[in-house]
C-alpha cells in the first residue's frame, strides 16, 4: 500500500520490483513515526489523488535500471508454483500495474519473456510515470533509485526531517534480493533489445547502458525545494495543539 508519514506529511508510493519492500518495512518497523495505509499496495500517485489534493505531502518513490527489473521481475515469477506462476494476483485489488504483462507476455524461458516485453516498448516508461510523473506537470518531489536503496531512502528521511540510526539500516537485509548480476542473465542480443525497447525510460531516468554506472540525475526533483513548507509541518502543529488543550 502507498504509506502516509501524517506527522511529516509525507507520502511513499511503492513501485514494484524497486525495493519498496524494504523502504515499506523501515518506515513501518524500523522508525518512530505514525504510518497510515492509503490504497492498495501498489497504487500510484493518482490513485491517492485525494489524500494528494488534501494534503500536499512531500511525495517520493524509487526507480530501478530496466535490464535489472525485467530479470528481478521474471526471477519472482519463477519463485512462484507453477500453476499460479504467470496469473499475478493481489487481493482486494482493482488495479496493478503489472497485469498488462502479466499474464499476458509471460515466459518461463527468460529469452522469451524478454523479447514479448520488448515488443511491448515503453512499458517500464509508462509504468513508471505513474508513480513519478515524470515529463508530466505533476512530478513528485524525490525519485530514488533502487541501485542507492539505502543512501537515497537516508536522503529522503534527512529531508521529511524523519530520525533514523544510520547503522542499524545497514544491518537490515534486503527484501527478496536478486541472488545474481543481470550480466548473467542476458546475452549480448537480448540486452539490446531492452535497451532499444526502454530508450526513453533510460533516458528519462539518467540511467546508461550499464545497470552498475550510476544514474546521472539527483534523486530530488524541481517540485521540492530546501524551504519547502509542506515538510515537517504537521507534527509541531498537532503537539501544540494538544499542549494548548492540556
Known amino acids: ?66 535490464l535489472t527489473w525485467y530479470r528481478s521481475y521474471w526471477e519472482m515469477a519463477m519463485r512462484r508454483s507453477a500453476r ?28 522469451t519473456w524478454i523479447n514479448n516485453v520488448s515488443q511491448r516498448g515503453d512499458y517500464l516508461y509508462d509504468t513508471y510515470q505513474l508513480y513519478t510523473g515524470r515529463d508530466t506537470h505533476d512530478e513528485i518531489d524525490f525519485v530514488g533509485s533502487q541501485e542507492r536503496l539505502l543512501e537515497d531512502l537516508c536522503a529522503a528521511l534527512d529531508i521529511i526531517k524523519v530520525p533514523y540510526r544510520r547503522a542499524r539500516l545497514e544491518s537490515l537485509e534486503r527484501v527478496n534480493p536478486s541472488p545474481a548480476p543481470a550480466s548473467d542473465s542476458y546475452d549480448d542480443a537480448l540486452r539490446a533489445l531492452v535497451l532499444a525497447a526502454e530508450q526513453r525510460c533510460l533516458q528519462a531516468y539518467g540511467y546508461g547502458p550499464d545497470p ?35
Do not use: C
Open 1 to 66: 500500500m502507498a504509506l502516509y508519514l501524517p506527522d511529516h506529511n509525507a507520502l511513499f508510493v511503492h513501485l514494484p520490483k524497486t525495493g519498496g519492500s524494504f523502504v515499506s518495512h523501515v518506515l513501518r518497523r524500523e522508525l518512530d513515526v505514525r504510518v497510515e495505509r492509503t490504497g492498495y499496495k501498489h497504487s500510484h500517485k493518482d490513485l491517492v489523488g485525494p489524500l494528494r489534493l488534501k494534503h500536499r505531502p512531500f511525495t517520493f518513490s524509487f526507480v530501478r535500471h530496466p
Open 84 to 111: 499460479k506462476r504467470w496469473h499475478y494476483y493481489q487481493r482486494n485489488t482493482l488495479w496493478h500495474p503489472n497485469w498488462e504483462i502479466d499474464p499476458h507476455l509471460g515466459s518461463d524461458d527468460f529469452a
Open 212 to 246: 552498475s554506472t550510476p544514474r546521472t540525475q539527483p534523486a530530488a526533483t524541481g517540485s521540492f525545494t530546501a524551504d519547502d513548507r509542506r515538510v515537517g509541518r504537521r507534527g509541531p502543529l498537532r503537539l501544540a495543539a494538544a499542549a494548548r488543550r492540556g
